[in-house]
């Protein structure tokens, strides 16, 4: 199983007050080569719930209960395991394009997570694969040499897309991943992922309200509210939804 989540709690350190939850009794599974998408209102909980799976260090937030793993790897006390869970797993948060590197050209940003851990790779195997995955991204050759502050904001998107998959990861873990994308380029970007769970048995956990986009993916759906899970099912009209629930089907309304 790609994510297998049981119960899963989450907590956020408050500034100067207690902890509080965040995302609370959790439990989902996603197998190899398939999708999840996680919807809710904002705040409730599907961010934090991806950068959790994804390994990110993000300050004051912490699993509290219940149990997760990201192949095989605990998110609650992954370790020294952290690093193979970083690996496994490709991450595109929300805002990515805006917190990318600026002392980076672009080329070294879409590298980075394979030369922070491999000093001796061959120089022209990453020079190919940097520029096979701007083309796939819609991008041209010559933005490799610029820097992140030269490209527009959708640009600068497609490249934290493209550095999140430069590892072929075995879990794609994505916050809005279409944002500030136009028609093509988003055609793209689902093309890209799509392929890799096609030809990787990659699976994908995508953090969206867009109904269009679990259509496309043929997504399976976790609707969040509170931090609590509100409904289960395939795609957005087979949803089994709690009793409390009624007021959020217009969530995921077409």
């Given at each position: 199983m790609a994510i297998d989540c049981s119960d899963l709690s989450i907590a956020r350190a408050g500034?100067?007050?207690?902890a509080q939850r965040v995302v609370d009794g959790v439990t989902f599974r996603v197998p190899?080569?398939?999708?999840?998408?996680?919807?809710?209102p904002t705040g409730s909980g599907k961010s934090s719930l991806a950068a959790v799976l994804a390994g990110a260090d993000e300050h004051g937030l912490a699993v509290v209960g219940g149990s997760g793993t990201v192949e095989g790897v605990s998110v609650r006390h992954p370790g020294r395991a952290h690093r193979y869970?970083?690996?496994?797993a490709g991450y595109l948060p929300q805002s990515a394009?805006?917190?990318?590197?600026?002392?980076?050209?672009?080329a070294e940003v879409i590298g980075e997570p394979i030369t922070s851990r491999d000093r001796r790779v061959s120089p022209r195997g990453l020079a190919v694969r940097i520029a096979s995955l701007l083309d796939e991204m819609m991008l041209p050759l010559?933005?490799?040499?610029?820097?992140p502050y030269e490209l527009s904001a959708g640009m600068r998107r497609r490249v934290a897309f493209a550095r999140a998959l430069v590892l072929q990861p075995r879990v794609l873990i994505a916050d809005e991943p279409f944002a500030n994308m136009d028609v093509e380029v988003?055609?793209?970007a689902r093309e890209a992922i799509l392929r890799r769970r096609r030809e990787l048995d990659m699976a994908a956990l995508v953090v969206t309200n867009e109904p269009e986009v679990v259509k496309e993916l043929d997504?399976?759906?976790?609707?969040?509210?509170?931090?609590?899970?509100?409904?289960?099912?395939?795609?957005?009209?087979d949803l089994?939804?709690?009793?409390?629930?009624?007021?959020?089907?217009?969530?995921?309304?077409?």
């Open positions: 500034r100067g007050g207690p190899h080569g398939g999708t999840l998408a996680v919807m809710g869970l970083t690996y496994y394009g805006a917190q990318l590197p600026a002392r980076l050209t672009v010559g933005a490799s040499a610029k820097y988003r055609k793209a997504a399976d759906v976790l609707v969040l509210r509170g931090g609590h899970p509100v409904a289960y099912g395939h795609g957005t009209h089994l939804w709690t009793p409390s629930a009624d007021a959020d089907h217009r969530l995921v309304g077409s």
